[in-house]
């Protein structure tokens, strides 16, 4: 039991390194990239204390260099996850009574470990399991991952010190319990800090997690175990498992002792598994929390008074940063006629310098995209959209899978603002743009709110700061996050809290107290220090 209140360590954001040439940091990873890439390494499933290997082995290949083999994972089955919800079953009372600065202390060691001796590793894995550049991988797998691990910790002592007033008499207390059951955390490729923070959260409140990672992403999630190893997580707590999405949905879908999904992925795939959760709900011992970040159609406004290299910035960078493989990735801007020239002409410059290829060459900013499915499914966008009298190609629009999956970054104009690359999310270098005439700005937001199922980021440019107002409240439904002059992406957990509503998920903002309070089950406790000891009331004596 504790024997003090614990102060946390105020968390700051960790601080980004440049990978500048002739710094440590950038002679560390290309050191760790070379050594990595030589190795072919075998990657178990992570059951109880056990490393499980199947000999069903799957190739992780780098998306830039799909012949060159990084290892092989083993592919489970339905007695796999069998075995995975029996051996977090059976850690879950042990873990859930550890006093919480016990559990505090294994994932504030685990980001020690990240910002120090696994930085390089866990980047260099996500660069080249996931094609991303020094930047993105640092910027995502050390950076946020890290800052999950702090910024939690922080909000979860945050969330113990909160406790009821009492009366005189009467000392109330709150006990934040973990969840009767275990949760499932189902992560996608795309980041390797939302890999690890989907089963950390819910397991620094005390909860037991399975965790089944996107067979594009095994690499790094990999070193994500090792970190939680070495950082004293015992065994049970996070269970990894590598097994088919609906196989394994279908044993943990039918136990009783699911309790919570974690989840970030595609909109249809998530609204299939509430479905399914919806529908077994008499099955389970509790009705089961669920929580989900999903897609986006995610757009950028300019006002005409808004600056124009400031807006082509963002179109580029929130476009085209790894690909526009991220869920707030710009996909869709809305320019008033009169910016157009202006910005088209920004654009085209930065993209006769954008060099693309391995991310192992750091001059290069666009990479590969994640495989061949991802491949075809964006090409095809591109393709149907050359073939369209209402689309012209204003850049990029080639690809080529020959050696990797490299799609060039690609600007549309289209005269249609309901085209289909203006309402459905690729996830891919694909950035759709629609002219509106300049005195129209307002019944542009209508459209910019009307066009697209989903709400996940959006942004305004203006210098006006009556149209910023404007478009901030008839926007308010339309981004979970909102920026003004800035593109939309880059959320910055303790900063930026992430998360969408609509067909965005539960916005539930991962980075904040918000989202571990989802994995709490709260008891109230009422202490009498002197119990009465007559049942009649004062109003009952006789006049």
Known sequence: MPKGIYDIPYPTNEPVKSY???????????????????????????????????????????????????????????????????????????????SWEQRASIFLKAADLLAGPYRAKINAATMLGQSKSAFQAEIDAACEFIDFLRFNVYFMQQIYADQPDSMPGV?????????????????????????????????????VAI?????????SANVIMEVFKEAGLPDG???????????????????????????TGSTGVFRQLWKTIGQNI?????????????????????HPSANAKEVSTAIVRGGFEFQGQKCSAASRVYLPKSMWNEVKGYIEEDFKDIQMGSPEDFENFFNAVI?????????????????????????????????????????????????????????????????????????????????????????IFSKDRYAADLATKKLVNAAGNFYINDKPTGAVVGQQPFGGARASGTNDKAGSMLNLLRWISPRTIKETQVPPTN????????E
Do not use: C
């Not at 965790?211 to 690499?219: F, G, I, L, S």
């Not at 929390?289 to 995610?298: A, N, P, Q, S, Y």
């Not at 049942?535 to 009952?540: L, S």
């Open 371 to 459: 495989d061949k499915r991802a491949f075809d499914k964006i090409s095809k966008y591109i393709d149907d959209a050359k073939a369209s009298d209402l689309v012209e190609v204003v850049v990029g629009g080639e690809y080529d899978d020959s050696k990797g999956y490299f799609i060039q970054p690609t600007v549309l104009l289209t005269q249609d603002p309901m085209y289909t690359t203006m309402v459905e999310e690729i996830f891919g270098p694909v950035v759709t743009v629609y002219l509106y005439n300049d005195e129209n700005f307002e019944d542009t937001l209508t459209l910019v709110d009307e066009t697209s199922p989903y709400a996940l980021t959006g942004a």
């Open 237 to 263: 707590v996070i269970n990894l498992i590598m097994v088919d999405g609906p196989e394994a949905g279908d044993v943990i879908f039918n136990h009783h002792d699911f309790a919570g999904l974690h989840f």
């Open 171 to 207: 000392w109330n207390r709150m006990e934040y319990r973990p969840l009767e059951g275990f949760i499932f955390a189902i992560t996608p490729f795309n980041f390797t800090a939302i890999a690890g923070n989907l089963p950390s959260a819910p397991a620094m409140m005390g909860n």
């Open 20 to 98: 500048a040439p002739g710094s440590p940091e950038r002679a560390e990873l290309k050191a760790a990239l070379k050594e990595m890439k030589s190795q072919e390494i075998d990657v178990p499933m992570y059951i109880g204390g056990e490393e499980v290997r199947t000999g069903n082995k799957i190739p992780m290949n780098p998306p830039y260099e799909h012949s060159h083999v990084l290892g092989h994972f083993h592919e489970g089955d339905s007695s796999h996850v069998e075995r995975a919800i029996e051996a977090s079953l059976n850690a879950r009372e042990q873990w859930a009574s550890l």
């Open 535 to 542: 049942y009649r009331y004062p109003f009952m004596d006789k």
């Open 211 to 219: 965790w089944k990672p996107a067979y594009t992403q095994v690499y």
């Open 282 to 302: 008499d099955k389970y011992k509790t009705y089961p929390r669920i929580v989900g970040e999903t897609g986006g159609k995610d757009f950028i406004v300019a």
